[in-house]
Each structure stands twice: as structure tokens, then as C-alpha cells.
């Protein structure tokens, strides 16, 4: 059926975000750190004062040119602008809800909170290290797991030698905090 005979509903949720962007628990808000959000201010600064207005141009030069049907830089203008805007409701909606939390201003670094670095062993004796970061900034390459991971719900408030329970679908494991480190 053509999209043009389908109804949309005004109560549907609007999801700005990217398909892979994660969802926040509802009510929840966006823990992030001081560089997470500098990152997201910097990217929403760069869209709307620097690619948008280079793609608007390009929009009305295209337009100027007659046929829009089949003007390919009006056409892939228009969905570059789409795409654009779509990012900033996102990063606007995300800003507005983020709580900004230092890891660095941590009283209590003998637990695990949001920011820090943990080290901890799996029940064949193996090994690994993740930060918890918030869910705009994790990036597992890298060891960055967000504050609403399985394994980061599991590790929080853990203490060195504590053993926590991880639920994996592929059932439950024990995990040792060995290590708990936050930057200075």
C-alpha cells in the first residue's frame, strides 16, 4: 500500500534518534560526563551553525535551477536537511534531560558508581575492564559500557572482592569486582 494512503497518528511516539541510539529508561535522566556533554554541544553547534546553513544554500541554488523532480542536489539537499534536523531534535531532547555527574568529584571510591573504572574476573578466571559512561557515550570498542548495561546494573555499588550476579540470556554468572579505579 502506498504510504500516502496510511494514517499516522499524532499519539505515535516521535523518535528523533538514530536507529542504534539507545533508549533511556522513561524518567530517567541522561547521566553523562563533563566531556560527554562538551561532545554533544560541540556536535549540535557544528550541525546548526555549520552544515546546515551549507546544505540550505545548496537547497537554493538547486531550487533555482527548475526541475526538482529530477535535480539530484535538491533532492539530496532536502534529505540532508531532513537528516540534520532530525539530529538536533534528538540532541536537543537529550541535552535538555542531561545530568551531568564528574567521576572525578566521587566521595566514595570505594564502590562502584557512574564513571568508574572496573576491573573484574568472570567465573573461569578471565578478566575485564569497563567504564561506566552514560548511554550517548559508551562505546565498547573502547571499554565503555553504559550506566543501564547489564553489567553495569550488576557492578553497581559492588565494593572490591564483592560478587555479583550478571543475568545473561544465556543464563546467570558471577562476577568478582577485583579493581575500582576513578579518574582524579
Do not use: C
Not at 576491573?119 to 565503555?144: M, P
Amino acid at each position: 500500500m502506498s504510504k500516502a494512503f496510511t494514517k499516522e497518528t499524532d499519539d505515535a511516539p516521535e523518535d528523533d534518534g538514530p536507529d542504534d541510539a539507545p533508549t533511556l529508561p522513561a524518567g530517567q535522566p541522561n547521566y553523562i560526563t563533563p566531556a560527554g556533554l562538551k561532545r554533544l554541544q560541540d556536535e549540535l553547534t557544528q550541525l546548526l551553525r555549520v552544515e546546515r546553513p551549507k546544505v540550505v544554500e545548496v537547497v537554493s541554488w538547486a531550487a533555482g535551477n527548475g526541475d526538482r523532480s529530477e535535480n539530484g542536489d535538491y533532492l539530496y539537499g532536502k534529505k540532508r536537511l531532513r537528516e540534520i534536523d532530525r539530529r538536533v531534535r534528538f540532541l536537543t531532547k537529550r541535552l535538555e534531560i542531561a545530568r551531568v555527574v564528574d567521576p572525578a568529584a566521587q566521595p566514595r571510591r570505594d564502590q562502584v558508581f557512574f564513571g568508574a573504572t572496573v576491573t573484574y574476573a568472570h567465573e573461569d578466571g578471565s578478566e575485564k575492564t569497563v567504564t561506566i559512561r552514560g548511554v550517548d557515550e559508551a562505546d565498547l570498542a573502547r571499554g565503555e559500557v553504559s550506566w543501564i548495561a547489564p553489567v553495569s546494573r550488576a557492578l553497581l555499588k559492588a565494593r572490591v572482592g564483592d560478587t555479583v550476579e550478571l543475568r545473561t540470556p544465556g543464563g546467570a554468572e558471577t562476577l568478582e569486582v577485583m579493581r575500582i579505579e576513578y579518574p582524579s
